[in-house]
C-alpha cells in the first residue's frame, strides 16, 4: 500500500499526534510499501513529522476551498502512485473532495472522523459526507459512527478503530516528588489532575465544582490542570469566584507529559462528549487510577468497576463521591492501574491500532483494484 495522509490542521491535539503514530506504526510494522503527508507548512504535524525525517509536504493553503492545492493535490497522488488519501480533518476533506470533482483525482477517499458532532446542519457538508468517492469512514468509537447516521445515508460505510497511544513514550510509572517540589505542595496532599484543552465540551467547570465539593469535604490534596485554550479566563474566574485559589494550579500548556503525569494520585476528567479520551489511555499507561464522565466514548475507554470509575456527567456530587471511594481505597487503585494497564496493551498500542487501521484501508485499496 502506498499512503496518503493529509490534513489542514495546524494545531497539535489528539488528533494530529494520531497522524504521527500510525506513520510511524505502518513504518514500524511494515504494513505500506511508502507513505507521504501533507499538511499547512506552519503546523505542528510539519514540524514534528521534520523532526522525525518522516516523508512530510508543506503547503501554503489558503483556505478550504483552495482550489490550487486542490488540483496540486491531485498531481501529486498521481506523481506519487497512491493507492488511498487518508484524511484527517474537515477542510482536507472538502479539499480532497474538490480535488476528486473538479480535478479528476481517481484515488479513493477514506476519512477519519474523531468528533461527537452533527455534519448535516448544511446542504455542503452533509453532501461531502455522501459523496462516492469517500470510500469509507473511520470513527474512533460508536458514539461518533451514531451521530454521522443522521447524514450518511449508506451506514456500511462506517466503522469504528479506537484511539491509539505509544506506551513506549510512557516509561515513567510512579512518583518522584517532581510536581510536589514545583508547585510547594506538601508531601502529605494528593495530587488530582486534568490534562485538556480549555474548550466547552471537556467541561472545566463541573471539574472546578467537584474541587469545591471535595475541598468543603477536607479531602487533603491539590489540584493540577494541565493545558490551555480559549475557556481558560472564564475558568480562572470561576476558580476566584469559588476562593479556590489557593487548591487549584494552573500548569498551563506543558511538553513533559511523560514525566507529569505519573506524578498525579488520580486522573480526574469531567469530559461530557468525548469520542473516546485519549489522554485516558495515558493514564493507564502511567499506572495513574482514573475517575472519568460517562459520556461519549469514554465507556468504550473506561470499563466501569474494572478499570475505573465513571460518574453521572456534569455532578459534582457523583464526582467528588468517586473521587473520595478511590483516593482512600489503595486496593482498588491497584486493581484499576493493572486491569487499566491490561485493558491498554490488549485494545490500544500502536501496533493493535495500525493493524485495524490497515486493514480498513487495505479493504478500500482491494475493492478500487477489482
Known sequence: ??????????????????????????????????????????????????????????????????????????????????????????????????????FGLKVPLVLCRTLIKRVDTNFFRKWKYNYNGIKKIICVSYPVVEVLKY????????????????????????????????????????IIGNIAAFTGFKDHKTWVNTVAELHKRGLKAKYILVGDGPMEAEIRNQVKE????????????????????????????????????????EAY???????????????????????????????PVSFADHVETLIGDTDLQKKFIENGYRFLTENFTKEVIARKMFEELNEVVMSNKK
Open 1 to 102: 500500500m502506498r499512503l496518503l495522509q493529509i490534513t489542514a490542521s495546524k494545531g497539535w491535539r489528539g488528533h494530529e499526534q494520531k497522524i504521527i503514530y500510525l506513520y510511524e506504526a505502518f513504518r514500524d510494522f511494515g504494513y505500506v510499501e511508502d507513505q507521504w503527508i501533507i499538511c499547512p507548512n506552519n503546523s505542528e504535524v510539519y514540524r514534528i513529522a521534520k523532526e522525525k525525517n518522516m516523508q512530510v509536504f508543506g503547503y501554503d493553503i489558503k483556505s478550504e476551498y483552495d482550489l490550487k492545492f486542490a488540483k496540486d493535490l491531485k498531481k501529486f497522488a498521481e506523481e506519487h502512485k497512491a493507492d488511498v488519501v487518508f484524511i484527517h480533518n474537515s477542510e482536507s476533506h472538502t479539499q480532497a473532495v474538490l480535488s476528486s470533482l473538479l
Open 151 to 190: 447524514a450518511v445515508k449508506d451506514h456500511s460505510r462506517l466503522c469504528v478503530v479506537g484511539s491509539v497511544t505509544d506506551i513506549n513514550k510512557f516509561p515513567k510509572k510512579h512518583k518522584t516528588g517532581l510536581l510536589h517540589k514545583e508547585y510547594n505542595i506538601p508531601e502529605e496532599y494528593k
Open 242 to 281: 469559588l476562593g479556590l485559589e489557593n487548591e487549584i494550579i494552573f500548569a498551563g500548556f506543558r511538553k513533559d507529559i511523560p514525566e507529569i503525569l505519573p506524578e498525579f494520585d488520580l486522573f480526574l476528567f469531567t469530559s461530557n462528549n468525548e469520542p473516546t479520551g485519549g489522554v485516558l489511555l
Open 285 to 315: 499507561a502511567c499506572h495513574v487510577p482514573i475517575v472519568a464522565a460517562n459520556a461519549g466514548g469514554i465507556p468504550e475507554v473506561v470499563v466501569n468497576g474494572e478499570t475505573g470509575m465513571l460518574a453521572e456527567v456534569g455532578n
